[in-house]
Each structure stands twice: as structure tokens, then as C-alpha cells.
């Protein structure tokens, strides 16, 4: 059975850091696109970073300079870092796992707030 969970979520000033984890089990992970995305109050969720197997990283331009993702591949687990946190970087933060055309699979969710 495939989980994929996050952690590390929680409040922090403006200006602060963060790193969420995501550990993903019951796929061959190495092969899977790994990604971050996040959904704030009334708004549709959006894509944050990427990373493949290979470790070729995307970012959104909102966070771009801001937030490094990365992946260890050993212990199935993908990593958001996040620096200089802004308001509007507030939301819930979704670890996907995609191996198209049919695999893809998210986690719960975990709540990012960044206090002003």
C-alpha cells in the first residue's frame, strides 16, 4: 500500500525557516517525480517545486531564490527548505509522488503559517 506523508509544518515569523519532509513508501521512489505543492484559504492549489529521480529541480517564481527542494533517495524522502517565509507563503503545504500515465499520489497535507 502506497503512503506518502509530510511533516514539519507549522507557525513562524516573517522572515523565517522552515523544512518540510515528505517519506514516501510502497513505490520505487528513486523513479517517481517528486513535488510540493500548496493550497492557501479560497484559493486552488498550485504547484511549488519539482524534482526527478535525477534531482533536475522547477520552482515556482513566487519561491524561486527562497525555497530548495531536494530528495534522498535511500530513505524515500523528499525535502522542501524554506527561507525568508512571507505572509502569503501561508497555506497547506501537499507532497505528490507521480509516475505517469497512471501512478500519482498525494499525502495529507501540513499547515505552513507565517505570522507578519
Known amino acids: 500500500q502506497v503512503q506518502v506523508v509530510e511533516s514539519g509544518g507549522g507557525l513562524v515569523q516573517a522572515g523565517g525557516s522552515l523544512r518540510l519532509s515528505c517519506s514516501a513508501s510502497?513505490?520505487?521512489?528513486?523513479?517517481?517525480?517528486m513535488g510540493w505543492h500548496r493550497q492557501a484559504p479560497g484559493k486552488q492549489r498550485e504547484l511549488v517545486a519539482t524534482?526527478?529521480?535525477?534531482?533536475?529541480?522547477n520552482y515556482a517564481d513566487s519561491v524561486k531564490g527562497r525555497f530548495t527542494i531536494s530528495r534522498d533517495n535511500r530513505k524515500n524522502t523528499v525535502y522542501l527548505q524554506m527561507n525568508s517565509l512571507k505572509p502569503e507563503d501561508t497555506a497547506v503545504y501537499y507532497c505528490r509522488a507521480l509516475l505517469p500515465p497512471y501512478n500519482d499520489y498525494w499525502g495529507q497535507g501540513t499547515q505552513v503559517t507565517v505570522s507578519s
Open positions: 524534482i526527478t529521480g535525477g534531482g533536475s529541480t
Open positions: 510502497g513505490i520505487s521512489f528513486s523513479i517517481f517525480l
